[in-house]
């Protein structure tokens, strides 16, 4: 019997290095952060490349962030609402996705870092959504262990807005762990 070898995805050296340098800074501070978007997919492997460093967390935990890093000469900290560049897909129907968070961002070399505070979402006309809420899941990345946003949450995320095909590279991803491909969360 043939045995498969594990399936792994490169994460760009520069953006491995920003979230190492954050994670210096962040890890032991008291402050509840997690790693998201597609760097926190990918360390999770699913198949995607991610460009930069998103870090979600709470109103307060931005406003710490936001002086923890002050050497990085992040920009102002400010409620920000925009239209996210994919919409949602509601009963076959494109529907405008907006966002909302307490948001600032700053670079670490050429790597750009998004901090959303409170971050929530609203569909076409409905209601704002609740701020994600969530306990991380943790990796172990060279000796430091990175907050990631749960898989899962993103995955059922993706199913309401009916984003089909990152919903699919998660499931991808998860049957793969559950089938011992490669180790799982802390």
Same mark, same amino acid.
């Given at each position: ?82 239209? %996210? ?12 996705? @907006? ?16 901090? @959303? ?9 409905? %209601? ?52 011992? %491909? ?5």
């Amino acid at each position: 019997m043939e045995r498969k070898l594990p399936t792994f995805y490169v994460i760009p050296k520069p953006v491995m290095d920003a979230v190492y340098a954050v994670s210096l800074k962040l890890n032991n501070s008291g402050v509840k952060w997690a790693v998201g978007g597609d760097l926190g997919q990918a360390f999770r492997n699913v198949e995607v490349t991610p460009s930069n460093v998103e870090i979600i967390t709470d109103k307060a935990g931005s406003e710490m962030i936001h002086s923890i890093v002050s050497d990085f000469s992040p920009s102002e900290m400010k409620l920000v609402e925009r239209r %996210e560049p994919r919409d949602a897909k509601i009963e076959g129907k494109e529907i405008p996705l @907006h966002s909302q968070s307490y948001f600032f961002d700053f670079k670490v070399g050429k790597v750009p870092v998004l901090v @959303h505070g409170n971050l929530r979402y609203k569909v076409g006309e409905w %209601e704002w959504g609740d701020a994600l809420e969530f306990d991380p899941e943790t990796i172990n990345m060279v000796g430091k262990r990175i907050p990631v946003v749960p898989i899962v949450l993103m995955r059922d995320l993706y199913k309401g807005l009916g984003w089909y095909d990152r919903m699919r590279l998660i499931a991808d991803a998860l049957s793969r762990q559950q089938f011992g %491909e490669y180790g799982g969360v802390e």
